[in-house]
């Protein structure tokens, strides 16, 4: 993992530590998870983007539950998108078709933010989004963090971090 990648899981790490985490609504988790990106995106000099996060920029989605950028000196225009995030909390095609949006960023760092039943799932899970990259066309030197969080008794995350390779194969259409 890279420096930044070191701070997102930092970041996550305290949120199941949290006094009444266990008894947390998916809404109050996500928006946890939305401060805790927002504050290292803020780290890293860059504008954030969340709904329903004080804490960012601009209080609205932008296709991501988390999406940072830079913008020219007049932020007339956005110049980068280093990093978009994506939470779901819910079964296992929700976490899939989320996670879908991700493979079309053209970010720096992607992040997925997701509930599991135990540690083989959060592995199992991380497999299927493996292979959806494997199959999409074009990703080349991408790189996917993910987080796994997996409740009582384990109550943390656990992180699994996939970089494709920098070469894109060529393929017949």
């Not at 987080?147 to 894109?168: M, T, Y």
């Amino acid at each position: 993992m890279d420096p930044i990648e070191i701070a997102i899981q930092k970041a996550l790490e305290v949120i199941p530590k949290t006094p009444r985490i266990a008894g947390w609504s998916d809404t109050l988790r996500t928006r946890e998870v939305k401060r805790a990106l927002v504050r290292v995106a803020k780290a890293n000099g860059w504008q954030t983007a969340a709904n329903q996060c004080e804490d960012a920029d601009e209080k609205c989605e932008w296709l991501y539950d988390v999406l940072c950028y830079r913008a020219d000196e007049g932020k007339e225009s956005m110049t980068e998108v280093p990093l978009v995030a994506e939470s779901e909390w819910g079964e296992e095609g929700a976490i899939v078709e989320d996670f879908d949006k991700l493979l079309v960023a053209r970010a720096t760092y992607r992040v997925m933010v997701f509930r599991a039943d135990s540690p083989k799932s959060v592995d199992d899970l991380v497999e299927k989004m493996r292979k959806r990259i494997e199959n999409f066309r074009g990703t080349a030197g991408d790189r996917f963090l993910f987080a796994g969080w997996v409740g009582n008794p384990e109550s943390r995350f656990f992180f699994k971090l996939h970089v494709v390779d920098q070469s894109i194969p060529v393929r017949e259409v």
